[in-house]
């Protein structure tokens, strides 16, 4: 999520924020003997049912980057972001599952799924991390999961879990803007990047692909850095709005007789300067595109659509095509189509 920071309020287990001046003096060590081989700690596939939307920010100032020297990530970010498509998702009960074995060192549950907004993220304050496990894997390593379902919680202070094992659902409690996990790893209490092996200050590596970092294979085997993505693309029968994107997808079938016929993407990690270009074409000469205008600033979030309002008394009978792509630096980056076939009859 944007701009917020992860923390448990749980004595010892608490995580303790350092400053990024100190950040900024320490040397960034590489993981070595005693470190965890993490798996994905939700039950999900990548790239289709679940999505990285951040990762650890290793910028100890005021910019962003990641470790592939991108931006997906956001200001003092210290860990990674596994996003479902929607909190329609998250109801059905996506399993987190443990990124290593380990013992359970702090447990906390009961804390609803909501999503925050201006007005509402006071009554989260010191418990931003809302439900959440911390695990310690020994030799000063621990993982922290972050916004698990209400009352999915499974495990308890002291149980031991094998890697792989269900520790309850993710969910979208504490101070979560969308249904996510949010991982961190730590050793010794400084926040590392699973994607390195090092700490927040280490040089960020432009050839992502040959970094193993802390990952087993069979992360690695699924894994691709991606700097933007397609989450979803289709038609509606009316324009979706943003915010309700992140509670049902937004959408609603259209029919023949909709108010309107819109073809949209959901994308994140957009950079400045990236152009979404939509077009959709159909019977009875339907057409509608977008204008191709570079956005003004990064978007870690974004919905594009082009379509129209209905005028006759129902749409052309016929196929439906559409189809959005991603430029960056003049090169399609991200592209993919959609079709929609509306029958003759009602």
């Known amino acids: 999520m944007c701009g917020f920071q992860h923390e448990l309020g749980w004595g010892a287990a608490a995580f303790l924020t350092v400053p990024a001046m100190v950040l900024a003096g320490l040397p960034a060590a590489v993981a070595g003997s005693g470190a965890p081989s993490l798996g994905l700690p939700v ?6 049912s679940c999505f990285i939307q951040s990762y650890v920010d290793i910028d100890p100032g005021e910019g962003v980057v990641d470790f592939a020297c991108g ?3 956001y200001s003092d ?6 996003r479902l498509l929607s909190a329609r998702e998250a109801a059905v009960g996506v399993p987190v599952k443990a990124a290593a074995s380990g013992v359970v060192k702090g447990v906390r549950d009961g804390m609803p799924d909501q999503f925050v907004t201006a007005e509402n993220r006071g009554i989260v304050a010191r418990r931003e991390c809302g439900n959440g496990i911390v695990l310690d894997h020994g030799d000063g390593w621990e993982t922290q999961c972050c916004h698990m379902q209400a009352g999915s919680v499974r495990v308890s202070t002291g149980d031991r879990v094998d890697k792989g094992a269900v520790l309850g659902h993710v969910g979208y409690s504490g101070l979560a803007e969308f249904a996510h996990l949010h991982l961190t790893v730590r050793h010794n209490g400084a926040a590392i990047d699973p994607f390195t092996g090092a700490e927040r200050t280490a040089l960020c590596q432009r050839e992502a692909a040959n970094i193993t970092g802390l990952w087993d294979e069979a992360f ?5 850095y991606k700097n933007g993505e397609i989450l979803a693309a289709g038609f509606s029968g009316r324009v979706p ?3 309700a994107t992140e509670v049902d997808g937004g959408e609603t079938a259209p ?3 909709s108010p309107e016929l819109v073809f949209y993407a959901r994308l994140i990690n957009l950079k400045a300067g990236d152009i979404v270009r939509l077009d959709v074409k159909g019977p009875g000469g339907f057409a509608a595109t977008t204008a191709p205008k570079p956005l003004d600033r990064s978007k870690a979030t974004w919905l594009a659509f082009a379509g129209k309002r209905l005028k006759a008394s129902r749409w052309a009978p016929g196929r439906y095509e559409g189809r959005v792509e991603v430029v960056r630096a003049g090169s399609v980056l991200l592209e993919a189509s959609r079709s929609w076939d ?3 009859t009602p």
């Open 43 to 48: 039950a999900c596939e990548l790239g289709r």
């Open 71 to 73: 931006t997906a990530t």
């Open 77 to 82: 970010h210290d860990g990674t972001d596994f």
């Open 220 to 224: 690695r085997a699924d894994f691709k």
């Open 241 to 243: 709005e943003l915010k």
């Open 255 to 257: 029919g023949a007789t």
């Open 342 to 344: 509306l029958a003759s």
